[in-house]
Every structure is written in C-alpha cells, then in structure tokens.
C-alpha cells in the first residue's frame, strides 16, 4: 500500500491507464450478459434468448428459429473516415444440417457511403465449421473517405442451424508506429543477432592480429519456389547461378503435387522431381516439400474422380506410403492438405471430417523428423480466412497427437495491403502459438520500383516477426513466375539479372542481414553482435592466416577461446 497522497494519485493513474489500455485494446461491445437492447446489436429473422454456455462472461446469446441465410445477429458500428477497423466474435454452432459434415458461417458488412451508396463487403469466412467447439469468426476492412454508416452480420448458409454467439469486438486495428521502419531494425537485432565473444590469449605478449568473420549461411530462411526441369537443365545456367546465388532454400514448385507425379492411377513418375530435389540438396540447399494432398477438386489427380467413395482413403493410403519415404531425409518440411480452408473434398468423400489430423498422423508414422505444415492463401494478403484459420491451427495444436510443427502463410499480394493491416493479420495466426513461415510470397507491381519499396516493406515486416522463421518466394525469374508482374529478375535463361525489386532483395538479405566483418585486435577479446547462421572464421596475424574455423552461431551466442603460442593456435573453449 501507498499512504502518501503523490503516490496514491500516481498509483490511480497507473491503474486507470491499465484497464484503458486493456479495454482500448479489445472492447467487448457484445458479451451478452443480458438481452437489453441498445448495445449495438439487434437481430432480424430469428429469435434469440440468453444461454448461460458462455465463451467470456456468464452468457451468451441463443439463435434459433432462422427464417433465411440473413436470420441473425448484426452490429451498428460508429466509425470514422479511411480507417482500419476489425470485428471478431466466438460463435458455436448447436446442430448441422441433415447430412452435412460442417457449416458455412461468414461475416458481411454493409457499407454505406455519399457516393458508392450501400456495398455489401464480406469481412470473413469459415468454410467448414464444424459444431459444438467455440470458434472465431471475424475480419477486417477500411472505411471509405465518405462513409456515413456501416453495419456487421453475422451470415449462415444453412437456415436449420442454431447457433449461440459471445464476446463480439469491434475496434480499430492497432496503428503501426510512423517510425516502424527504423524500429524493425532495433527488433531485427534483438531477433535475428546474437553476440560472437572471441578472446585470444598470446604467451609471447601483443601482436598484430586481425579476426575475419564471414557469414555462410543464414539460420533465418529465405529460398525460393523452383522449376524442377530448369534446375537441372544446363541451358538454363543462369537461371541456376541466380538461385543458388540469391537463395538458401527451394521448394519444387509443381512436380511433388500428386496430379502432376501421377497423371494415370498407378503410374507414378519420380524422376523429374527426383533429378532436382538430388541436384539442390547437393549443393547445400534446404527443401520444403509441397504438397502430399491437395483437396480442392480442380487439383486432385483426374482418375481419382472415379474412383468410388469408400475406395478413396485406399488411394490416400498409396500415396502417402509412396511420397514420404520417397522424400525422407531430403526435405525438412511437408505442406500436408494444401489450401484445407478453401477445399475439403477428402473430408467430404470419406466423411471424416477430421481426415487432415489423420494425415498429419500417417505422414509423421512414415517420417519421424520433417516438419509438418497447413498451407493457406487469403489469411494475409486477404482479409478472409484468418479466423478461419486461427481456429484450424488451435484444433490441430489443442488434439492430441497431431503432428503440426508450422502454419505456411502464402502471401500472393496483388494490392497493396497497408503494413499495419498485415501485421495486425499476422498477430491474429501469431496467436495460435507456432512457428509461421511465409510459403509462397510474391508481390505482383510492373512497377519495378514501387515493387521494390513495398518488398522492402513487406520482408522488414516479416524478418522482424517473432514468430516467423523463413521466407520463401513464388519464383523469381519473368521466364517462368506463375504472376508476371512479381518477377525479381529477367534476362535470357543463360543470363537472368535482378531487376530493381530483385536488387533490393538481394542488398537485404545477402548485405543488410548478413555479417561479413573483419576486426582488428591485440590480445584480449572482442565482441562482435552477428546474424545468426554458420560462419567462416579466420584469424590473421600480420595479414597471414594463422587459423581457420567453421561454427554456427545460434540463439544464446557463441564463445571463442582461442590459444596462441608462437603461431600455434589451440581452442580452449
Ligand atoms: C445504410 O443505407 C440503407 C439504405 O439507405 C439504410 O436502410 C440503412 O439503415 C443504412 N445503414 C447504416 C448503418 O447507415
Ligand atoms: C474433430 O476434432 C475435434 C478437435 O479434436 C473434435 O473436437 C471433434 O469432436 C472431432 N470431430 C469428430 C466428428 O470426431
Ligand atoms: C566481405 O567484406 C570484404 C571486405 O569488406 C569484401 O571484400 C568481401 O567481398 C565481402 N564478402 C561478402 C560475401 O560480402
Ligand atoms: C599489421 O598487419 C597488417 C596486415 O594485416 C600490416 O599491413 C601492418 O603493417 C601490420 N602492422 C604492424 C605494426 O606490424
Ligand atoms: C568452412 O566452410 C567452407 C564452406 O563450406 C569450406 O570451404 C571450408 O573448408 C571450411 N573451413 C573449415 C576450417 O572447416
């Protein structure tokens, strides 16, 4: 306790600043403790009551008896002009419809402004929901310049469900400092360096020495999608020279897909991707793997469309015990059901609905070690299917024995999202709690420049993101990018050159975020602060090189204890 009057005034105002602060942050407009009108919500079509099941407080809000897809729940919203705002609830579905494994449950606005009237944006949407577990719902827009009213709904597909919904939050998203460029630097050395301490004891007092640092290799990982005939064909040297040159770690870009490996049931061809996955781990370079399944009809192999529904899990089954051991302890991480949010057409033919967690199961029983991965699109660069999202990765970190080791966030930006719309989409998978790799970044601008400032954007973001750990492009080369508009070089396939955007990645991630340092020292120590990764280390006295070393620098630092007795060097520690 503080007796004095200063203090107790002091310790108030601390207090009010806390609860501010906390309730500034994530206000619950909607807590449904009781069915008063007035705050902000109303429903239409439907009839509502309270249900003590409750996701925070001691209520939550019961809807049933929908009478259309629009029966529900919606919000009133004050906003202001050309600003960020997210909404967010927990909604629980009571039932499903007859016959159906999940529920379509999306979040819609309307949106009114002087000179575009009423626009119906959607905010969110979670495609297969599945009943009686508490899920988010949510998402985020802009306001338009004139905007004069916006309402929120809460939408389901399918009238016969009942639902009960607590702890709405509507709220500005968190703005995003105007010196955040500079500050990601601060961040980036806190995340991304580490102290090298390197103490040199010398029987025969001081002399001239000079400690060479080279980095070789970075921990953080930034690689590339790749063509897996071009990776390999030595008429595309310079295709080669530029991956290899710019990037640590590659990802085949088409050939492990089930479709493309086995075009007729029962013929599978290893070699195209079997020639490039040896020829990059030869020359050092890491693998993600992508992808065993792919449940969005257009993407499943052909045949299989024909093949009857209780004979699928059979042909599921086949692959896997084909495509795990076929990569084992060449790749370190699998995409295992790509894109699930978007498709579920394993789940639907099989009628498990939790048919992934088995994949994940059956994947890590064919490969003890490589990392298992969701991959998704519209989670960053969209505003849609964060949520949706978020609760798949709770479900699969929260059940027992289902492997996932990361959460692949695709990145395809064709616009231009705000930073501090992406950092706040990026704090939404964050909370999830595992590690985040970006799996398919591609910036699409023919506008070299303007590319090349907004990728700088984008990856100071990124590399200054706790919770991510690798970068990789969608390609790089214009002769062969799936999005013209985002390729970092061009040239001829024997001379591929950085464009602008490819120069500025390059300066980033091979100068700016790597240690190359030379320092010079009598005896005694020195500390020099480096990006984390594997070294070359020279120790030179009088320009001659008295002893090389290799080590890894890693999270805690490294110690270098180095012994000199004439120009003998022993390592102490
Ligand atoms: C939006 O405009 C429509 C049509 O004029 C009106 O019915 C509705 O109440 C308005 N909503 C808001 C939130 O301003
Ligand atoms: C699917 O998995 C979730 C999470 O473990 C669980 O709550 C749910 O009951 C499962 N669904 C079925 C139909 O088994
Ligand atoms: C490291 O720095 C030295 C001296 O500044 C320079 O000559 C060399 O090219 C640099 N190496 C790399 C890989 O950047
Ligand atoms: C120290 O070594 C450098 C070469 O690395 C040489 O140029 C310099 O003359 C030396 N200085 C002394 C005092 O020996
Ligand atoms: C350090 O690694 C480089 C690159 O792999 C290699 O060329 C060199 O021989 C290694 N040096 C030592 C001392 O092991």
């Excluded at 929901?129 to 827009?141: S, Y």
């Excluded at 052909?302 to 302890?329: A, E, H, M, Y």
């Excluded at 949706?388 to 231009?416: C, E, R």
Aim: with cysteine; charged share 20%; net charge negative.
């Amino acid at each position: 306790m503080i007796h004095r009057a200063v203090g107790t005034v002091y310790t108030n105002c601390v207090l009010f600043l806390l609860i501010w602060s906390v309730n500034g942050l994530e206000e619950i407009f909607g807590d449904f403790e009781t069915l008063t009108s007035g705050q902000g919500w109303y429903y239409k079509g439907c009839t509502v009551d309270l249900n003590t099941d409750s996701f925070t407080g001691h209520h939550s809000l019961h809807v049933i008896n929908r009478q259309a897809a629009w029966g529900g729940i919606y919000f009133d919203v004050s906003v202001k002009p050309t600003t960020n705002y997210y909404f967010r609830a927990r909604i629980k579905l009571l039932n499903l419809s007859p016959g159906k494994l999940t529920s379509n449950v999306q979040v819609t606005t309307l949106v009114n402004s002087t000179e575009h009237g009423s626009q119906h944006p959607k905010l969110g949407e979670v495609r297969f929901m599945q009943p009686n577990v508490w899920q988010e719902i949510g998402g985020d827009f802009t306001t338009p310049s004139d905007v004069t009213g916006v309402s929120v709904y809460v939408q389901l597909h399918d009238i016969d469900v009942n639902y009960l919904l607590d702890s709405a939050v509507f709220n500005e998203v968190p703005a995003l400092s105007s010196t955040w460029r500079q500050d990601s630097d601060i961040l980036i050395d806190k995340l991304r360096k580490d102290d090298i301490q390197i103490r040199v004891q010398e029987e025969s007092g001081s002399s001239n020495l000079t400690v060479e640092l080279q980095q070789l290799k970075s921990e953080f990982a930034f690689g590339s999608a790749v063509n897996a005939e071009y990776i390999v064909n030595p008429n595309y040297k310079g295709y080669q020279d530029f991956f290899y040159d710019t990037f640590e770690w590659g990802v085949l870009e088409n050939k492990l897909k089930w479709k493309q490996m086995e075009w007729s049931h029962g013929h599978v061809n290893h070699d195209v991707a079997s020639n490039a996955i040896n020829a990059m781990v030869e020359k050092g370079t890491k693998l993600r793997a992508h992808n065993i399944f792919w449940g969005i009809e257009k993407n499943i192999p052909k045949w299989q469309s024909s093949i009857p529904d209780d004979q699928i899990k059979g042909t599921l089954v086949d692959r896997l015990n084909d495509i795990v051991p076929f990569t084992k302890r060449k790749v370190e991480h699998w995409d295992v059901n790509n894109e699930n949010l978007h498709g579920n057409y394993y789940e639907e033919k099989t009628g498990d609905v939790n048919l992934t967690m088995w994949m994940f199961r059956e994947t890590r029983k064919l490969d003890p070690n490589v990392k298992l991965f969701l991959n998704d699109f519209a989670v960053v660069n969209e505003r849609y299917f964060g949520e949706a999202y978020y609760n798949q990765g709770m479900m699969f970190k929260t059940t027992p024995d289902v492997p996932i080791y990361g959460i692949g966030v695709q990145s395809h930006l064709k616009t231009h999202v705000d930073p501090e719309v992406l950092k706040f989409r990026l704090d939404r998978l964050a909370r999830i709690g595992l590690p985040i790799w970006i799996t398919e970044l591609d910036i699409s601008n023919y506008d070299v420049n303007a590319k090349a400032d907004y990728l700088e954007d984008v990856l100071r973001l990124y590399f200054s993101y706790p919770s991510i750990d690798g970068i990789m492009f969608w390609g790089f080369w214009s002769g062969r990018i799936s999005k013209p508009a985002a390729a970092l070089a061009d040239g001829s396939p024997n001379n591929v050159k950085a464009n602008p955007a490819g120069e500025r990645l390059r300066k980033l991630i091979k100068q700016d975020w790597r240690t190359n340092e030379s320092k010079s020292l009598s005896s005694g120590s020195t500390t020099i602060r480096a990006f984390r990764g594997d070294y070359s280390l020279k120790l030179l006295k009088n320009g001659h090189i008295i002893h090389s070393e290799n080590f890894t620098l890693s999270k805690g630092g490294r110690y270098l204890d180095l012994h000199l007795a004439g120009s003998t060097v022993s390592i102490i520690g």
